[in-house]
């Protein structure tokens, strides 16, 4: 089975005692301003075979999103409108935390938050999706982290904004999809978000893997391009005050 040895876990105690040292300075491991966000890079449509696509490296975090788009039944209680699916996967080659099998709590939590993102948001208008009676479009979200460095979160919401701003509806022609005949998937609007860590009684934006490590508490507020607020994450044992709250909604 794969995982962390006790070697790099002891390292890694060690970096954690030093990160947090550091943060009762207000500094960094790599010398990033508390509100300085790593370096992003963005590929656009990068798998050929997909309806849409994108590739989004943050730092040495890498992340790829898949738009696959097929026809199917709607849900019941939602039958003039079509269907959004979002699945996360954590590679193992993308970290030795990550181990083959079945998806974990962290896939599924980001799977989670990004699905809930896109929804909250209202960036698509489902009932466009529809398409007849008992026949809608069907949107399958898949997000694969290939190198993992920390928020996850950033990362996967850029790269599955921008894979859905990529993709393009084949037309459904004699109940079947023509691929050779496509129109662009209409956005309402963008969806961004930004992670924040606690470190020490400090806020930081855009935690690397250490540094979520060290963290007693990790923050997610997801935007959409008019700037009002569409979904938040909170996790770890310790906690934010109101004011650090509307710092961290309100400033970015």
Known sequence: MMGESISDKIIDEVKK????ELAKQGRRLDNREWNERRETVIIDNPISSADGSAFVRLGHTQVLVGIKVQVGEPFPDTPDQGVLTVSAELLPLASNM??????????????????????SSEMIDFKELFIEENTVYL???????????????????????R??????????ED???NRE???????KYEVSSNTFV??????????TALEEKAASARFTVAKRSDGNICAMQKAGPGGFTADEIKRMVLEF
């Open 181 to 187: 005949k496509t129109t662009p998937l209409n956005l």
């Open 98 to 119: 990550f181990e083959p099998g079945p998806p974990d709590e962290r896939s599924i939590e980001l799977a989670r938050v990004v699905d809930r993102g896109i929804r």
């Open 175 to 177: 109940g079947q999809l």
């Open 139 to 161: 949107l399958f979200v898949d997000i694969h982290v290939l190198d993992y460095d920390g928020n996850l979160f950033d990362a996967a919401y850029e790269a599955a904004n």
């Open 198 to 207: 606690k470190i020490a009684g400090r806020i930081f934006l855009d935690p």
């Open 17 to 20: 005692q030093f990160i947090e």
């Open 163 to 172: 894979a859905l701003k990529n993709t393009r509806l084949p037309a459904y």
